[in-house]
């Protein structure tokens, strides 16, 4: 999945990683601009993996607050993922369960 997503005035590029600690999927976004035989420097994580919650198949937590506040937007714009409705609480904060389209 190579879909294009603007964020803070930036055009970003999905890119997927596996978080080592249970090997759920990581979404990356690194800058449209990097060139194809280098390791992209990450623009922002869009996923968090807080331990012990577990998801169903597809399924990604997304981090919609502090830098991260309007990925989540961005993300259903491009046609990336999908809000769920669901919630987890961590902290004082909210996760947002999305569907990866």
Same mark, same amino acid.
């Given at each position: 999945?190579? +879909? ?14 596996? +978080?080592?600690?249970?090997? $759920? &999927? ?7 601009? +990097?060139?194809?035989? =280098?390791?992209? $420097? &990450?623009?922002?994580?869009? =996923?968090?993996? &807080?331990? !012990?919650?577990?998801?169903?198949? !597809? ?5 919609? +607050? ?17 809000? =769920? !409705? ?16």
């Amino acid at each position: 999945m190579n +879909y294009p997503v603007r964020f803070l005035g930036t055009d970003l590029r999905v890119t997927w990683d596996n +978080y080592v600690s249970d090997g $759920s &999927p990581a979404m990356v976004l690194v800058d449209e601009e +990097y060139d194809e035989g =280098t390791d992209p $420097s &990450p623009f922002v994580t869009a =996923t968090v993996n &807080p331990p !012990g919650v577990q998801l169903d198949e !597809g399924e990604v937590l997304i981090k919609n +607050y502090s830098e991260n506040e309007g990925i989540s937007e961005a993300l259903q714009k491009a046609g990336i993922t999908e809000d =769920t !409705g669901g919630r987890i609480n961590s902290g004082f904060i909210q996760l947002e369960i999305h569907k990866i389209k």
